[in-house]
C-alpha cells in the first residue's frame, strides 16, 4: 500500500477552516493586497524542498505565505476588472470536483462529469435562451471559448469553399476576412492570433461613444465584402468599459445576406442580461449568431476558471476540437464526449462548478442578480457624477461605469487626475476600482459584477471614491 506522509482527512478541515476563515472576514480585509509582487517573492523565497512535510503543515504554511498578497476579490466593495465572487456554493462543488479527482475527457470514464457538463449545457442553453441543439465546451474563460467558436468558424467557412483546414492547415487556403468593431476585447485578437490571423486580415468597424459599432457602418463593410470568399465577423454583447452591446439584430440582418458569412459573438458578461427580463432587450438579435463565447466566473458567480464556448452547428464545433485516440472509446448516438468540445484532453470536471452554481441561483436568481447588479451601477453612477469635477463617461446601460475626473482640463491633465484619484482609492483601501483607457482617455473602471456587491457597500464605495476625488483635486 502506497504511504502518505500525512492523514487525509484533517488536511482537508484544516484547509476548510483557513478558507472560510479567509472568507468570512473579508469584509475586515483593506480593498487592496498588503503586498507587492516583489514581497510576495520575498515572502515565498525558499530553497527547493528536499523532503517532504506534514500535510497540515504544509496548508497553514501555505496560507500564512499567500494571505498577505491575496486581493479581496471576493468582497462586497471590490470592482475591479470583470470579476464573479467565487461564490461558496461554486467552490464547494469546486472541492468535491478536487476531490473525487475525476478527469475529464472521456464520458465512459466519468460519466457523473459528463452527464453532469450535458445537463448543465442545456440549462445553461435555457437561460441563455440560445439555440437548444447548439454545443457547449467547458473551457477556462471567454478567452479560450472564442478561441474554441473562432476554430470552429475558421473550420466551417473553408470547408463550405471545398478546403479542409484540419487536414490541410492555413498555408494556401482561400482568405477570410475577420469583420470585428473597433471597441473589441483584447482577447479576441489572442484568440484571433492563437488560430492564425494577423492583424492584417481584421477590419474595423468604427463604434459609437459608448463603444457600440455603428450599424450603417457595419453594412457598408459588409456591403464591401459581398464578393470575399468567406467572412468571419465578430460582435460583442457587453463592452469591457462601458457594458455597451452591438446592435445584433442589424449585425445579423448584413452577416446572413453574406453568402458565407459565420457570426460570432463575444458575450464574456453581457451574454447574462439575456437571463434578466427588464436588461434582455439589449441582447435581442443575439440569438441569431452561429456562436456564442461567455463566461461562468463572470456574472454566473463560478470559481475560476469556467467559460463556454457554444456553437449552433455542433458538427463545426466537434471538426474543431476533436482528438481522436485508437485507445479513447467511441461515442454511441445521444452521447456526449467533453474532450469533443474542448482543446484539452485531460482536464478538471467543470461541469460541477457550473451545475451547482445553476441550482444555487437558478433562473430567476440569475436574473434577479443581473438585474441588483443593473439598478447598484446606474446608483453608483448617479452618485458619482453629482460630484463636481467627476463625470460618467459611458451611457450604464449594464454593469460597468467608466469614471473620469476633472474632465473639463485638457486630457494630460485630466488623465493625471484620474490616474491619482485611482491610487488614492487604491491607498485608502475601502473599495476597488483599477483603471483602462477608454476612447483615448484616462478612466477609473468600475465593474458591478460581485454577488455580495449590496445598496450599503455600492454606496461607502462611491463615498471612498469621492473622497479620494477630493482629496486629489485638494
Ligand atoms: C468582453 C470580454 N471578452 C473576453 C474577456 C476575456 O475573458 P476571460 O478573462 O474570462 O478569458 C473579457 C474579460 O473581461 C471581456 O470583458
Redesign the pocket.
Known sequence: MLERPYELIPVWERASELASAFRVGIGDRVQRPLQTYSESLATFEAPTPETGSDGVAIVEELARLAEPGLHAMTGAHFFG??IGNSHEVGVAADWLTSAWGQNAGNHSATPAAAAAEAISARWLLDILRLPPSASVGFVT????A?FVCLAAARGEVLRRLGWDVEQLGLYGAPPITIVLGEDA?S??FSALQYIGFGHASIRKVPADTNGSMLPDAFAQVMEELQTAPAVIVIS?A???NSGAFDPHTAIVESARKHPNCWHHV?G??GLWARACPDRAFLAEGVDGADSWAT?G?KWLQTPYDS?YAIVRDPEAHRRAMTIAASYLPPIEAGERDPSHYVPELSRRARGFSTWAMLRCLGRQGVGEMVDRHCHLSRLMASLLAAEEGITVMNDVVLNQIAVRFGPSEPSELGDDLTRKTIAAVQAEGVCFAGGAKWKGHWIMRLSVIGYSISEVSARESAEAIIRGWRAVRG
Request: proline share 0%; glycine share 16%.
Open positions: 476588472w470583470v474563460g471567454a478567452t479560450m472564442n476585447h482577447t479576441v460583442q457587453g463592452q469591457i463575444d464574456a458578461f463566461d466566473h467559460g
